[in-house]
T-cell receptor, first 117, second 116 residues
Framework: AQSVAQPEDQVNVAEGNPLTVKCTYSVSGNPYLFWYVQYPNRGLQFLLKYITGDNLVKGSYGFEAEFNKSQTSFHLKKPSALVSDSALYFCAVRDLMFSGGYNKLIFGAGTRLAVHP | DTAVSQTPKYLVTQMGNDKSIKCEQNLGHDTMYWYKQDSKKFLKIMFSYNNKELIINETVPNRFSPKSPDKAHLNLHINSLELGDSAVYFC???????????????FGPGTRLTVT
């Protein structure tokens, strides 16, 4: 079965420090991977995606993610965290078992990022 | 300009009632989705329509019925509401073309449904 896992319920980081939010995936084929952020009482916002090409993907708000095929991971990173980055982060993978080419996504359980001043 | 909008934002109702949530997108996308986010923030797809045609129908009770009058609208009707239906429901859209699943999805602000 295809799945995506976010092993940490919460990540705590001091402002100015680098942050990493972890994501691992399991798919039967080449993965399409996505990161979304959800601020309180808001919908999900797209941050970045990996489809093919360079393993380091740059996205919105200074975030980047590194695709690692051997470790089946797609960790989200940022060199210097801001208090305003505090939110819920979701990793997602396209369900390759779904036919028709439509973009059915499987989401991880989410990781709450708390950045402290 | 609101890309994906949902109404209402909050919906409080009693068990057994029937209610609808509306979704509209002005992005010109062909594909729209409904997701349910439970109290633990777990997000799961319910339905998807492509140009008014149902393409994803997860194991959702028959009490939930999506309706797409045109490709810019995807409404969700829920019959005989139950306590367990309390959740946040998100609408989303994406410019998917058949055979190309690489497009991101754009989400609405959500509708918080509370069934008492």
């Amino acid at each position: 079965a295809q799945s995506v896992a976010q092993p940490e319920d919460q990540v705590n980081v001091a402002e100015g420090n680098p942050l990493t939010v972890k994501c691992t995936y399991s798919v039967s084929g080449n993965p399409y991977l996505f990161w979304y952020v959800q601020y309180p009482n808001r919908g999900l916002q797209f941050l970045l995606k990996y489809i093919t090409g360079d393993n380091l993907v740059k996205g919105s708000y200074g975030f980047e993610a590194e695709f690692n095929k051997s470790q089946t991971s797609f960790h989200l990173k940022k060199p210097s965290a801001l208090v305003s980055d505090s939110a819920l982060y979701f990793c997602a993978v396209r369900d390759l078992m779904f036919s028709g080419g439509y973009n059915k996504l499987i989401f991880g359980a989410g990781t709450r990022l708390a950045v402290h001043p | 300009d609101t890309a994906v909008s949902q109404t209402p934002k909050y919906l409080v109702t009693q068990m057994g009632n029937d209610k609808s949530i509306k979704c509209e997108q002005n992005l010109g996308h062909d594909t729209m989705y409904w997701y349910k986010q439970d109290s633990k923030k777990f997000l799961k797809i319910m339905f998807s329509y492509n140009n008014k045609e149902l393409i994803i129908n997860e194991t959702v009770p028959n009490r939930f019925s999506p309706k797409s009058p045109d490709k810019a609208h995807l409404n969700l009707h829920i019959n005989s509401l139950e306590l367990g239906d309390s959740a946040v429901y998100f609408c989303a859209s994406s410019p998917v073309l058949p055979g190309q699943g690489s497009y991101e999805q754009y989400f609405g602000p959500g509708t918080r449904l509370t069934v008492t």
